[in-house]
Every structure is written in C-alpha cells, then in structure tokens.
C-alpha cells in the first residue's frame, strides 16, 4: 500500500488538472485526527462518477472522494494502480 500525504497529493492535483489551481485537503474529508482515507484504485472509467469530477474541477462541487482523485489522477498517469491510503498533513 502507498501512503500519500495530503500535500503530495495537492502537488499532484496542480500539475496533474491545470484548472484545478488550489486544493485543500478539506476538499477531500481529510483532518489530523481521522484515520487515512483507504482506496484502490484501478484506472478505469466511471461514467456516473467523471461528471461529479468535472463539476469539482471547475469549481462547481466543494468535495471530491478520494477514491475519485486517486482513479482520475491513475487515469492521468500520476499515479499506478493499486491500493493507497490518504493522510491529512501534519500540523
């Protein structure tokens, strides 16, 4: 399992989705005090879910699940597929 930090992931989210120019951890249910988020993820497409992404791409949604981040980003090739855990960054 790859454990990537909410920071790393925010790295990835900018140079990965050029529209999307902030990210906050928050935008993914993430805080200090909760366990990682847990996700596998494989590459694939996701009809029902690519349009809940978009619309928090542009902007229009203030959450996104990590599953979806994680999937799209392996479909972007920034990441491999398989299984990750999510950490808020330390404070």
């Not at 120019?21 to 909760?34: D, K, N, Q, V, Y």
């Not at 996700?39 to 978009?54: K, R, S, T, W, Y």
């Amino acid at each position: 399992m790859r454990v990537i930090e909410a920071r790393e992931l925010g790295r990835l989210v900018r140079d990965t989705f050029a529209q999307k120019r902030t990210f906050s951890e928050t935008e993914l249910g993430l805080r200090a005090e909760r366990p990682a988020l847990i996700a596998f993820v494989h590459g694939g497409p996701d009809p029902f879910l690519d349009n809940q992404f978009d619309a928090w791409l542009t902007g229009s949604a203030r959450f996104c699940p990590v599953y979806q981040l994680l999937n799209r980003l392996c479909r972007a090739g920034a990441l491999a597929p398989g299984d990750y855990a999510v950490t808020a960054a330390p404070h």
